[in-house]
């Protein structure tokens, strides 16, 4: 079999996407590596190179191009062979499943939560596939340091921009309160979907029922902005009140001007560089984005990988994925992310034996090469 895999741009999705197309030569598909076609028209740079010799195409996010995504449906009917995509984000913001042509589209998700409620889409279900990690990029280190950072670090972006929500945030009148209360509730306990808070306090807002206001639009958008605020709040607070005074945080430049410079310690790159600050850390914080249903980020596979404690934020797919109790240092709450960071440092020992198991789940189930084996299979009985 033979795979035209088309490579995007981004920060963390290049790298992934090369994990993955190592993972299919290792399982024996052949696979032609190339850029996203960026000219004019794509169907006719694919056409040319498939030539009839591909069987499949592979991306992450559809390629995550709006100009591209824009004639997907075209080049799907054209060239009617399976397009496997693997969504790291939320397939809505792709226009998912409305730019794509259903009939030749197999989509995977990397949240179950998402995945359940597309279950009636017309095409492939979208098929469950969480996140996983690079073992060649992700070890322990062969001499292992001495601990750079003795109060943990957080790793990760402030948000997820959305200039749409953004302009919702700063042009409805009373946001910021509601969105504030909203906080208030949701700090005492993460197991609340966020989502179902953001309706109900439509609901009481709008005096009407929920089902009616999930109807309309602008409803709609409110709920999505409210969900988008609360969850960079969440981030910020969680990562600011854990790490302080001495943690690290790395990312973007907005961490500058939330924490400070003592707490904030710049931009990493993804790779190896981001392997010796998780093989020297006390622990990583995981804070899930507001995107997430519930669905496991990045940093709790790639940590775990490195054999560094996790302090993660409870999701279900925790419990499924992983044994929580053995682990990782799960926490529920603002208050509780303090105390299981405490916890965490009163008994580093404790915490590196946790990490040993975790990185051996790692290794036994979580690896890209598990990841494409299960998006072959999927494709053997699509293709059936």
Known sequence: MRILALRPKGIVLPSVFASVVEAFRSLGIEVLDIPLPQCSHPLRSIEEIIQGHCQAIFTLNLGADPSFIAKLKELQTSLRIPWITWFVDDPEGYGFPEVCDSDWTLPFCWDEQICSRRASWNGWPLVYLPLATDPTIFHPEQS????FYPGGVFVGST???????????????????????????????????????????????????????QKDPLCRLWAK???????????????????????????????????????????????KELRA?????????????????????????????????????????????????????????????????ELCLRDLQGAQRKAGRARQRVLAHHTYYHRAEQILKELHRFRV
């Open 144 to 147: 292992p340091p001495e601990l």
């Open 159 to 213: 948000a997820h921009r959305n200039g749409i929500f953004d302009l919702v945030a700063s042009t409805t009148p009373g946001f910021g309160e509601e969105t504030e209360i909203l906080w208030r509730l949701y700090q005492e306990d993460f197991r609340q979907s966020l989502h179902d808070l953001a309706w109900i306090k439509a609901a009481e807002r709008a005096r009407q029922p929920v089902g009616l206001l």
């Open 225 to 271: 902005a409210c969900v988008y605020q609360v969850g960079i709040r969440k981030r910020q607070e969680v990562a600011s009140r854990v790490l302080n005074p001495d943690g690290c945080i790395f990312g973007d430049e907005g961490w500058g001007n939330k924490v400070g410079k003592d707490l904030y310690r710049g931009w990493v790159a993804y790779g």
């Open 277 to 341: 600050i998780y093989c020297g850390s006390a622990f990583i914080l995981d804070v899930r984005p507001s995107q997430a249903r519930t669905g496991l980020t990045q940093r709790v596979f790639d940590a775990s990988a490195c054999g560094s404690p996790v302090v993660a934020e409870w999701a279900p797919e925790i419990e499924a994925l992983f044994d929580p109790e053995n682990e990782l240092s799960i926490f529920y709450s603002l208050n509780g992310a303090v105390e299981m960071k």
